[in-house]
């Protein structure tokens, strides 16, 4: 059993940073895929970025050269560093794990956190 614990969220003006963390339970953490999704109100939840137990990282387009996905295995902690965000990253942050590979499905992920809410004021 794995429980997973966001934080970092909030409220920033577009073109702000936040950085999320998330932080597992178990001892296995460094042999899991950490993935970061996002819901908006209405909408599904998509995948934003995933980091694998080797390293290997993905993003999803509308995401990729302003977020940064790392892991810290030795603080059993996956982070997303945010830049230059945009009214519609607003949505509630969700991490993921599960184990060996990643994915970019929501479907294939075994646990997830309680989320945490991002806004982006314009």
């Known amino acids: 059993q794995v429980q997973l614990v966001e934080s970092g969220g909030g409220l920033v003006q577009a073109g702000g940073s936040l950085r999320l963390s998330c932080v597992a339970s178990?001892?296995?953490?460094?042999?899991?895929?950490m993935g970061w999704f996002r819901q908006a109100p209405g909408k599904e939840r998509e995948f934003v970025a995933r980091?694998?137990?080797?390293?290997?990282?993905y993003y999803a387009e509308s995401v990729k050269g302003r977020f940064t996905i790392s892991r810290e295995n030795a603080k059993n902690t996956v982070y997303l560093q945010m830049n230059s965000l945009k009214p519609e990253d607003t949505a509630v942050y969700y991490c993921?794990?599960?184990?060996?590979?990643?994915?970019?499905?929501?479907?294939?992920?075994?646990?997830w956190g309680q989320g945490t809410q991002v806004t982006v004021s314009s």
């Open positions: 993921a794990a599960r184990p060996n590979s990643g994915s970019n499905r929501p479907s294939e992920y075994n646990y």
């Open positions: 980091i694998s137990w080797s390293g290997s990282i």
């Open positions: 178990g001892r296995t953490f460094s042999s899991y895929a």
